[in-house]
C-alpha cells in the first residue's frame, strides 16, 4: 500500500457556488443550468435592486437598475421561469435578500410546491441580516423594529415547517466591504445574533426546548481578505465566540447545534482595476484563509471574478472562478489531513487576542441596548466608516501596499483587457422595457388561465391586518405569493403599516482620518477651497453628494464627504436612494457648487444624464456635476460627451486629488482663473 492509499479519506469538499444571476428569469435560468453543468454544486442567487428593496420594475426608483445587478423577480410567474427545470428538493439554494427576505421565500416554497417537492426537504439560505443593510449595503425598507420581526417570523416558520433550511445568514461579509476590522466584523455580526436570537426567544413563538434547533439553523455569511494568516484566525475566534455565546447566553447543551457554520465570499473591495490580473491570485490567497484550516472551513464558498472592479462578469469570468475551487478540492491534498494549524503558538495568540478584543467590544454594544440601538444612535455607522477612512488614507500614504495601485505601477499592455468592451457583460438597455412589460402582462392576466390566481386584493387586507397585530407574517405572505401579489404590492402594503426608514449616514461624526498638516496634500486642497471660497463670495464652498437610484454601497459616497468635509467644504449628504428629481432639488435649495454622483450598480447611463438635463432645465448650468464608481470606458467618455466635469473610477484611489479636481472644476464652472496655492 502507498503512503498516499494509507491516508485517511478525503473530506467532502465545501459547497460551490457562483454568485449569479442577470437580465431576466429566463437569462438567469440558462446561466444556473449551464453553472451546474460545469460542476458547480449548489445556487446563489443575485437579485436585482427593486427585487431586493421591494419595488416593482416600473416604480420611478427601478429606473436604470432592472436586472443590473441581478435577476428581477417582480412575481410568482417570474420565480417559476427563473427555477424551470430545476429541481428545487434537489437543490441548496442561497438567496441573497434581505428586507425582502421573507417575500422570496415564500415565492420559491410555492415553486417548489408545484414542482411536487416535499418542503420540509429544501435546503438552502436567505441572508436576511438586516443590521448590516442599515450600515453597508443599504437596501433596508422599513424600521429596525418591523424589520426584526419578519425575520423573527422567518425564523419561527421555517424550524416548524421547513426546518432544513437557513432562514438568516448573519452577514459580516459587507461590514469589511465598508472598512470593518476583523474585532469589528465579529462583533457586529455576534451582536446581530444575539439580537435576533434574543428577538426569537422573546416572541413566545419557539418553545424553549426547540431554542436548539433555531440555533443550528443560524449561519454566517463572512469576508475573507488578502491578510489570510489573520482572516483565517478570524474565522477560528469566530467559531470560539459563537460557541461561548450560544452555551452560556441560550443554554444550547448539544455542541452539534452550537457549530459555527459559514459561507463566504472572497473580498472584493481589494479587487483592483489597476492591473486586474493581479485580482486572480488575490481570490486564491483569500480562498485559502477559509479552506487550510478544517476546524475553520467553510461550509459553502463564492469566488468573485478577476474583472468585477471593471464591470459585470461573463459566464466564462464566473467559470474560471469556480475552477479555482476545483483545483484546490480536487487536485491539492488539502481535504487529507486534520487542522494543520493545531498547536500553533502564533495562531493561537493571534485568535486569543482578537476573541479578547471582540468580546470587549460585543460588551460595549450591549450596554448600549443591543445593535438595534447601537445602529440607531448612528454609533457603528460612525465606526465603520472611520475605519474605512483610516485604510484609504494608509493606502493613499503608501503605508498599505496594493500591488498595481500605488507601488509597482509598471505594466505591460493587458491581453485579457485589450478590448474592455468584450472584457466585460454588459445588460441590453432594451431588457428594462421588456420586464416592465412582462409585468403589466401579469398584473392584466393573473386572473385568468392558465394561472387563475385569486384577486390579490383581500392578501393584501389580510397582510396588512397581520403587520398591524402580532401574528406570524409567514402565512399571509405565502397567501400573498398564490393570489400572484407583486414584489411591489407586497412591500408597499408592508410601508403604509411599518413606514420607511432611512438610516444614520456616519458622516458628519466620522472622525478625521487625514489631518491638514502643513506641506501637506490635504493643506494645499484646504487652502484652494479657502481662496476659491473667497473670490465667490461665500463663507464656505458647498459640495452635494448624491447617491441616485437603488445602489445602497455607500462606501465611496461617505469616504468622499468625510474628506471633503476635512478640506473645508460644507457638505450636503442624504443618504442612498435619491431620485434624480430629489437631488436637483437639493441642489437647489442648499445653492452648491458642485454635484458628486456615486454610482456602483451600473444605472449611471441613465440617471447621471437626467440629473444633468434637470440642472440644464432649471438654469444651474454653472454647477459642475462629477461622477464615481465602476464605470465602464466607453460609458465615462459617453458621460463626459453629456456634459460630466470629471469621472472617477476605483483606480483614482487618491482622495485629497479627486477633491482638488472637484475645486478646479467649480473654479472652472464659474470662470475663475486657475489657481495654484504654495503649501
Not at 295 to 306: E, G, I, K, S, Y
Request: proline share 5%; charged share 25%; hydrophobic share 40%.
Amino acid at each position: 500500500m502507498t503512503e498516499r492509499q494509507a491516508q485517511k479519506e478525503r473530506d467532502r469538499p465545501w459547497l460551490m457556488r457562483t454568485y449569479a444571476g442577470h437580465s431576466t428569469a429566463e437569462a438567469s435560468n440558462e446561466l444556473y443550468r449551464r453553472n451546474l453543468a460545469k460542476g458547480q454544486t449548489g445556487l446563489s442567487v443575485a437579485f436585482d435592486l427593486p427585487t431586493q428593496t421591494g419595488y416593482d420594475p416600473d416604480h420611478i426608483l427601478a429606473r436604470g437598475e432592472v436586472g443590473r445587478v441581478g435577476v428581477p423577480v417582480a412575481h410568482l410567474g417570474d420565480m417559476r421561469r427563473l427555477f424551470q427545470d430545476i429541481p428545487l428538493e434537489q437543490m441548496n439554494t442561497s438567496m441573497t435578500i434581505n428586507a425582502t427576505a421573507m417575500w422570496l421565500l415564500a415565492l420559491y416554497q410555492v415553486v417548489a410546491e408545484e414542482q411536487g417537492a416535499d418542503i420540509t426537504k429544501l435546503q438552502g439560505t436567505t441572508q436576511n441580516d438586516i443590521v448590516k443593510e442599515y450600515l453597508s449595503r443599504g437596501t433596508h425598507v422599513f424600521p429596525p423594529e418591523p424589520s426584526l420581526r419578519l425575520t423573527t417570523d422567518m425564523i419561527a416558520y421555517t424550524v416548524s415547517h421547513i426546518p432544513k433550511w437557513n432562514p438568516i445568514n448573519i452577514c459580516s461579509y459587507h461590514l469589511q466591504e465598508a472598512g470593518a476590522t476583523p474585532v469589528q466584523e465579529i462583533a457586529y455580526a455576534m451582536s446581530t445574533a444575539i439580537a435576533v436570537l434574543d428577538a426569537v426567544r422573546d416572541s413566545g413563538q419557539v418553545p424553549e426546548e426547540r431554542m436548539g434547533d433555531v440555533v443550528a439553523r443560524i449561519s454566517f455569511f463572512v469576508n475573507a481578505g488578502v491578510r489570510f494568516i489573520e482572516e483565517m484566525c478570524k474565522m477560528r475566534a469566530f467559531g470560539r465566540i459563537w460557541d461561548k455565546v450560544t452555551r452560556e447566553r441560550y443554554g444550547i447543551e448539544d455542541p452539534r447545534q452550537r457549530r459555527f457554520r459559514y459561507g463566504v465570499q472572497v473580498n472584493s473591495l481589494g479587487l483592483t482595476e489597476a492591473q486586474p490580473e493581479n485580482n486572480v491570485q488575490r481570490i486564491v490567497l483569500e480562498m485559502l484563509a477559509v479552506t487550510l484550516s478544517k476546524d475553520a472551513r467553510a461550509r459553502a464558498v463564492q469566488l468573485p471574478a478577476w474583472n468585477e472592479a471593471l464591470g459585470l462578469p461573463r459566464p466564462w469570468d464566473q467559470q474560471w472562478s469556480l475552477r479555482i475551487q476545483q483545483v484546490l478540492a480536487y487536485e491539492s491534498d488539502l481535504l487529507e489531513y486534520d487542522d494543520i494549524f493545531e498547536g500553533s503558538k502564533v495562531v493561537e495568540a493571534k485568535v486569543d487576542q482578537l476573541v479578547e478584543d471582540t468580546l470587549a467590544e460585543i460588551d460595549r454594544i450591549q450596554e448600549m441596548g443591543g445593535a438595534l440601538a447601537a445602529v440607531e444612535s448612528g454609533y457603528l455607522k460612525s465606526q465603520l466608516v472611520a475605519s474605512h477612512a483610516e485604510r484609504r488614507a494608509r493606502i493613499e500614504s503608501g503605508e498599505e501596499k496594493i500591488v498595481g495601485v500605488n507601488v509597482f505601477e509598471g505594466t505591460e499592455p493587458n491581453p485579457l483587457t485589450a478590448d474592455l468592451d468584450t472584457a466585460i457583460m454588459t445588460v441590453d438597455p432594451a431588457v428594462e422595457a421588456r420586464v416592465v412589460e412582462s409585468l403589466r402582462c401579469w398584473r392584466d392576466t393573473r386572473y385568468q388561465p392558465p394561472f387563475n390566481h385569486p384577486r390579490p386584493c383581500k392578501a393584501l387586507e389580510r397582510l396588512k391586518e397581520a403587520a398591524k397585530g402580532t401574528d406570524n407574517l409567514m402565512e399571509a405572505t405565502l397567501e400573498c405569493a398564490r393570489a400572484g401579489v407583486t414584489t411591489g404590492e407586497w412591500a408597499g402594503a408592508l410601508r403604509e403599516v411599518f413606514g420607511e426608514y432611512r438610516a444614520p449616514t456616519g458622516v458628519s461624526s466620522a472622525p478625521v482620518a487625514v489631518a491638514a498638516e502643513p506641506g501637506s496634500a490635504l493643506a494645499e486642497v484646504r487652502a484652494r477651497v479657502d481662496a476659491t471660497a473667497r473670490e465667490l463670495g461665500v463663507a464656505r464652498l458647498r459640495f452635494l453628494v448624491g447617491k441616485p437610484g437603488l445602489d445602497g454601497h455607500s462606501n465611496g459616497a461617505e469616504q468622499i464627504a468625510v474628506r471633503a468635509r476635512d478640506a473645508g467644504f460644507e457638505v450636503v449628504y442624504q443618504g442612498i436612494r435619491l431620485t434624480p428629481e430629489q437631488i436637483v432639488d437639493a441642489a437647489l435649495a442648499e445653492d452648491v457648487h458642485a454635484v458628486g454622483l456615486s454610482i456602483l450598480s451600473g444605472s449611471h447611463a441613465r440617471l447621471v444624464p437626467d440629473v444633468l438635463q434637470r440642472l440644464r432645465v432649471a438654469g444651474a448650468t454653472d454647477i459642475p456635476v462629477v461622477a464615481g464608481g465602476i464605470i465602464p470606458g466607453g460609458d465615462a467618455e459617453q458621460l463626459r460627451r453629456a456634459g460630466v466635469a470629471a469621472v472617477f473610477t476605483p483606480k483614482d484611489f487618491d482622495i485629497t486629488g479627486i477633491i482638488g479636481r472637484i475645486v478646479d472644476e467649480i473654479r472652472t464652472a464659474n470662470k475663475l482663473d486657475p489657481l495654484e496655492v504654495p503649501a
